[in-house]
């Protein structure tokens, strides 16, 4: 008798424990981008004129009910479609990719909307650590993951992408649009 | 006078020659040194200006030739040989086709390098062409050898009209230009 409440007071600190710490996963409710069929993709005005790049490899951690969400960028995966172009981009005045090989966004805080979430944290791109808020829409598909979609507008000289003479942003906007389409699926643990 | 006659040009007509003239000479120089530039900030607004007088230019040659179309043209010298006439009426067609052909195939270029074309950064043009790096570089070669072809008839045209003034001593530069005299009236 003693020993079968000794073990459920046992069962509710564990659970209380799991509870609290803030950035467990719970299983079955812990996804990740299924990078196959997920895009991160960003808009610049060059010009005067729309112009569109990805991130090839990127995994994105999300967690409704322990509320947690974690992206992490390869910079070195990142295409323009135009070679000129991205050598100058992955260069020491954009991305330097050589020195900032990964960008990283942790959700310090996960609020609920009518069709999904606003996460808000730090953001660290190019070696700079700014919070940022990002909206996204949430549609779970079945037991099987879900969709996870939404955009942000970010501006480049806050992170110090575009050095020297590409401060100036006349010809190249500092509103750079961040676009998110993701597949998740349950992460295995 | 707004309108042309048979005999001179009206207002309008030289306002699109030397607009566009003035502006053909500042394209050939921001192509040139666009083109000369190593990529920089620079190279980017010389190429985006570039593109915008492009774009510009192609507009005013739409409406000149509407303007054309709905006015009379003076008629060529009556001084002109047949063959003078004939080239003549190549250089004047080449001229068009050129300063309307230029445009078109920078704005292709631009396209199909996937670097779509803005009006002064106060709008987007379309896409003409998908990506395509065999076609943006066939465009470029095109673009070029259409400039070069521009300066030869430029060269030409100009030589011409100072001939016919200066040589000559007719009437064709100055009826392209303001003033209501022709030569005719103030030599005698």
Sequence with gaps: MLTSRLARLTLSAFALTAVGAAHAAVPGHDYVSSPAHSTLTYTFTQAGAANHGVFKSFSVQFDPRAKTLEVVIDMRSFDTRDAQRNTLLGGAQFFDVARYPQARFTAAQLQKTPRGYIATGPLTLRGVTRTVSVPFTWRPLGGSGGELQGKTVIERLAFGIGQGEWHATEWLGNPVTVRFALRMVPATH | ?188
């Design chain 2, 1 to 188: 006078m707004l309108r042309n006659t048979r005999a001179r040009w009206g207002a309008l007509s030289q306002l699109f020659h030397w607009l566009i003239a003035a502006l053909i000479g500042v394209q050939i120089a921001l192509g040139l040194i666009g083109t000369e530039l190593p990529l920089s900030m620079t190279k980017l607004a010389t190429l985006a200006r570039h593109k915008s007088l492009g774009i510009t230019l192609l507009a005013l040659m739409l409406v000149r030739l509407m303007w054309r179309a709905l006015n009379p043209t003076p008629a060529l010298p009556d001084t002109l040989k047949p063959h003078e006439r004939v080239l003549a009426r190549i250089t004047h067609t080449g001229l068009y086709v050129l300063v309307i052909a230029l445009p078109l195939t920078g704005w292709i270029m631009s396209s199909a390098r996937g670097f779509p074309v803005s009006w002064f950064n106060l709008f987007q043009l379309p896409n003409l062409v998908g990506r395509s790096a065999a076609l943006y570089h066939a465009m470029v070669r095109t673009h070029v050898l259409l400039a070069i072809a521009l300066g030869l008839i430029l060269v030409l045209h100009i030589a011409a009209a100072l001939k016919h003034h200066f040589v000559l001593k007719d009437d064709t530069l100055r009826r392209m230009l303001p003033g209501a005299g022709t030569a005719l009236t103030r030599k005698e």
